[in-house]
């Protein structure tokens, strides 16, 4: 068993070692102006040809550098402008909802969530406190489920059937509190009720403390790529009283929307 363990930590080590080799490439790659040979890349590294050659394969196989067919030096793939391109997406959309986040809570004195779906979970990405004695508990960069929270209930819900029963398959429906959808079935009926109607609501199906209500937010194209959330502890509005709050919800949801260059034509 100690042999055993010993041999996981050992392929552990070598594959933190690959990575962080790999990293360091395409890093160099990238500083470079008129890309790089696989002679420089091992002198500046310190690495044999042949360990260059196999970490630039597999880089090449993801998109993340391509060989100049003339040259043959590597240069930054597409890859990494797509990647970029999320970034700033996201900082973009950070930047234009929190004029809206912060009103949106002033108006209602109650904690708003901004969330995007990542690997078929939710993160929030950023938050306005409501200022009430008893508040709702979150984190900005916090991870939780989608199928079971208004924000990621709205996000699935935009994501093609074939996406949906993927992650479905992969990250399962667990149970948080006894109002928890957990059959796939009904989940998707219920995510294309919410498709029809705009919005999403969490009747405490997260944390039995918690009810909210959600909208989606659109890009230019009208593709969702996010959601804004009010969230109110259950004591403090009952279903019918969320779900009332949701027009509001999407008023704020859509003015970030057209920030974002929707402009309702692209539905």
Known sequence: MRQKRSGLRKD???RLQTIDRALGLLELICQ?????????????????????????????????????PQTSRYLPGIKLFELAQAVLQRLELRKQALPELRDLCQRTNETVHLAILDDGDVI??????????????????????????????????????????????????????????????????HLAQVRQQGYAIDDTEHEPEIRCVA???RDHTGRVIAAVSLTIPAFR?????????APLVREYADRISRKMGWTGESL
């Open 12 to 14: 552990k080590r070598q």
């Open 32 to 68: 470079a102006e008129d890309g790089s040979s696989i002679t420089e890349l091992s002198r500046q590294t310190g690495l044999p040809k042949s360990t260059v050659h196999r970490l630039l394969a597999t880089l090449s196989a993801h998109r993340l550098v391509v060989q100049d």
């Open 124 to 189: 929030y990405i950023d938050k306005q406190e409501s200022q009430q004695t008893i508040r709702m508990f979150s984190a900005i960069g916090k991870r939780g489920p989608a199928h079971c929270t208004g924000v990621g209930k709205v996000l699935l819900a935009a994501l093609p059937e074939h996406e949906l029963d993927e992650l479905i398959r992969r990250k399962g429906l667990p149970r948080f509190t006894e109002k928890t959808i957990v059959d796939p079935e009904t989940l998707k009926a």
């Open 215 to 217: 909208c989606p937010i």
């Open 237 to 245: 509005a009952t279903r019918a009283q969320i779900e009332a709050l």
